[in-house]
């Protein structure tokens, strides 16, 4: 079992790679492997919506995307940790996940999701919304905590002080770790739900 960690944030140990690694540690501990990917730094660019991916089966652009849905599809799990900006999620990182739940034609459907957000006061719970909505889009169970799954700090010894918030990154890598071993043993005793496909309702006759 394993999940691919993605680190949205430019500064690699910074408050978002804090806030990471705590619920890391547990994941770690739970027995689940681990990767992590830090695209906070790279050009990313966002999609532009060519359609290429359904003929090439990837994305048009070859860059971190495609990097990240190779090792996605031997996942069990994704965790996206983003710093807040305006009361969203680094517009980096934004561009990074359109692109991977959009070109990517991995089977995403009961790999579990689960989202971490870093932020000096507020905004975080708008940009928790934000994330999340990839997850439920691709048929993700989301990952939850006992709060909202965020840290508050400016720098890395703030975001450590920030106990209710790594007590709450804790409990959310126990939870993801129950989700992704229960899903596990659905597979094995019931498979995976069956999932129908191809109604579009667009309004155009």
């Known amino acids: 079992m394993k999940v691919l ?10 408050c978002t790679s804090t806030a990471l690694s705590e619920v890391e540690k547990v994941l770690n501990d739970e027995g689940i492997d ?41 996942c069990d799990g994704l965790l996206v940790g983003t ?17 991977l739940f959009h070109s990517s034609y991995v089977g995403k459907s009961m790999k579990v999701g689960a989202c971490v957000l870093s932020s000096r006061r507020a905004g975080s719970t708008s940009a928790y919304d934000e994330i999340n909505k990839y997850f439920s889009i691709a048929g993700m169970p989301i990952a939850t905590s006992t709060y909202w799954n965020e840290v508050h700090g400016s720098n890395k010894d703030e975001v450590l002080e920030d106990k209710e918030g790594l007590q709450t990154m804790r ?30 309702t667009n309004f155009i006759r």
């Open 171 to 200: 409990n959310l890598g126990r939870n993801m770790a129950f989700l992704i071993k229960s899903i596990n043993l659905g597979k094995e005793k019931y498979g995976l739900p069956e999932r129908e496909s191809g109604e579009w």
């Open 5 to 14: 960690i993605i680190n949205g944030s430019p500064h690699i140990n910074g």
């Open 34 to 74: 681990t990767e992590t990917l830090n695209i906070g730094m790279k050009d990313i660019r966002g999609c532009i919506g060519c359609f290429k991916c359904k003929e090439l089966k990837k994305c048009v652009f070859d860059d971190e995307v495609n990097k990240a849905a190779k090792i996605f599809e031997e």
């Open 83 to 99: 710093p807040v900006y305006y009361a969203g999620a680094n517009g980096t990182l934004i561009s990074f996940l359109d692109r």
